[in-house]
């Protein structure tokens, strides 16, 4: 137990905290710096109905959220798709952070998740941007790469989703995404589970889907027709920008 004039370390007030800092200090400091100050009041709000729903972990982080709605505008992304969306968090600042005629495809096997963020996307303004479908995504993926039409349509997705299928996505989604545009694909250093020893104390779905993550990284390292960037922010993220 900590004694009178000790130091106590500053725990992360997040709900589903999942930034890779050593420092929950730092991060502390990122949020109330850099973040919140900016944080749209929707954006705000969402965050907090989410934090009360007991999967809060899937939630985007906010650090997340702002770095990707910067990204969208830097560049100039218009037509969008999500893959996994839970309640919001990342699809309200695609949708904010995109111009008037903007549209975001979203796809969750969960409608119930995301109607739990749907009024205050609705009171944000920006529902009409988004085209909501639930149901497995493969299936509509297939259909869609199926259609020549679509080839190359997409400027950015995101991909926040099952992760034992993200080898299967990338294969459809190149086709779908245009060259030059962008794919982020979300949790790549998967709460720092990639260089744990083996006999690592890891929570069941941690240790589970953890070598899909690995494979992951190892097949986008090597791609030839995608640039990549792994970042390490929230539980990592890595951009794949479509070269040919």
Same mark, same amino acid.
């Given at each position: 137990?900590?004694?009178? $004039? ?42 907090? =109905? ?11 982080? &906010?650090?997340?959220?702002? !770095? ?19 309640? $919001? ?7 904010? *952070? ?9 796809l ?23 085209? +909501?479908?639930?149901?497995?995504? %493969? &299936? %509509? ?12 349509? !997409?400027? !950015?997705? +995101? =991909? @926040? ?13 190149l086709? %779908? ?8 694909? @979300?949790?790549?250093?998967?709460? $720092? ?6 006999? *690592? &104390? ?9 070598? !899909?993550?690995?494979e ?17 922010? *929230? ?10």
């Open positions: 137990m900590a004694t009178t $004039g000790e130091a106590q370390p500053i725990k992360h007030q997040e709900s589903g905290h999942k930034s890779l800092l050593q420092s929950d200090a730092l991060y502390q400091y990122i949020l109330e710096t850099s973040v919140y100050p900016r944080e749209p009041e929707s954006m705000k709000e969402l965050r907090e =109905v989410t934090a009360k729903h007991p999967w809060n972990l899937m939630a985007t982080s &906010p650090d997340e959220g702002q !770095f990707l709605s910067l990204l969208l505008k830097l560049i100039n992304a218009k037509n969008t798709m999500e893959i996994g969306v839970y309640t $919001g968090y990342s699809l309200l600042s695609t949708a904010l *952070a995109l111009p008037e005629d903007g549209k975001i495809l979203a969750d096997i969960n409608r119930e998740n995301y109607e739990i963020g749907l009024p205050v996307i609705e009171k944000a303004g920006v529902a009409h941007k988004i085209d +909501f479908r639930a149901g497995p995504a %493969l &299936p %509509l993926l297939d259909e869609m790469v199926n259609d020549v039409k679509l080839h190359g349509s !997409f400027d !950015f997705i +995101f =991909v @926040d989703a099952d992760k034992d299928n993200y080898l299967n996505y990338h294969k459809r989604l086709d %779908l995404v245009k060259i030059g545009g962008v794919i982020g694909y @979300d949790n790549t250093l998967w709460s $720092g589970s990639l260089v744990a020893p083996p006999d *690592a &104390p890891l929570k069941k779905y941690v240790r589970y889907y953890r070598d !899909f993550v690995l992951l990284n190892k097949a986008l390292a090597v791609d030839p027709r995608v640039e990549i960037c792994q970042l390490p922010v *929230a539980d990592g993220i890595t951009l794949c920008r479509r070269i040919s």
